[in-house]
């Protein structure tokens, strides 16, 4: 039973237009929530992350919103950028430290 | 050095051969994680050491899954026996764990891509 999903494999967007993935989660007991990119070959690197006493993150071009209720988060990145084109994984943490990611969702911005 | 460090980046391992893949953390990092990516999925936990304990075992798929960290630094996932399954990338990542646990980032290597032939 997956935890934490990514309903969405792949996501293609224009240059200047905004990007928006999503991310849902069963587990009421996640407090943090993160998310990463990665490009091929390369480990995933952090992003941006939200606590769960607040419902909306925002650093630079990125913004996460997390709607508790719904277990429910997403990303958008306005505007989206052709190097923004990487995996984007969406994780949760417990207290107890580790992390449940996601499946990944592919973006691709085109010039 | 400046990142977590992964080697080899790339085995290729015979069915029933033992792997060892070795994680240096960044510098003064006490938590240490290993992760299991299959292709096409996100990183699957393995374990978790604070230093040199190893709190969390939970996720290690089978008893031919070992890692230790004698030292608090540098830490060893072996697996004994490997089989088909077994492919997959494996990551390290570091946290400096300021003591609110769960609200740091991760900081990953590159992985090492094991395929078990």
């Known amino acids: 039973d997956q935890q934490v999903k990514q309903n969405s494999p792949s996501l293609s967007v224009q240059e200047g237009r905004i990007s928006i993935l999503n991310c849902d989660y069963t587990?009421?007991?996640?407090?943090?929530f993160l998310w990463y990119k990665k490009y091929p070959a390369e480990g995933p690197t952090f992003l941006i992350s939200i606590s769960s006493i607040k419902d909306k993150n925002e650093d630079g071009r990125f913004t996460v919103f997390l709607n508790k209720s719904a277990k429910h988060l997403s990303l958008h990145i306005v505007p989206s950028q052709p190097g923004d084109s990487a995996v984007y994984f969406c994780?949760?943490?417990?207290?107890?430290?580790?992390?449940?990611f996601g499946d990944g969702t592919t973006l691709t911005v085109k010039p | 050095g400046a990142g977590v460090s992964q080697s080899p980046r790339y085995k290729v391992a015979k069915r029933g051969q033992d792997v060892a893949l070795r994680c240096d953390p960044i510098?003064?990092?006490?938590?240490l994680f290993w992760y299991q990516q299959a292709l096409g999925q996100g990183p699957e936990f393995l374990t978790y050491?604070?230093?040199?304990?190893?709190?969390?075992k939970s996720g290690l798929p089978s008893d031919r899954f070992f890692a230790e960290r004698p030292e608090g630094s540098v830490s060893t996932l072996k697996i004994q026996r490997t089989q088909q399954e077994d492919s997959a990338v494996y990551l390290c990542?570091?946290?400096?764990?300021?003591?609110?646990?769960?609200?740091?980032?991760?900081?990953f290597g590159e992985g090492s891509r094991l395929t078990v032939l």
């Open positions: 050491f604070q230093n040199e304990a190893q709190l969390d």
């Open positions: 994780a949760a943490n417990t207290n107890a430290g580790k992390s449940t």
């Open positions: 510098s003064g990092h006490v938590s």
């Open positions: 990542a570091s946290n400096l764990d300021t003591g609110a646990l769960g609200t740091g980032e991760l900081f």
């Open positions: 587990n009421s007991m996640f407090d943090y």
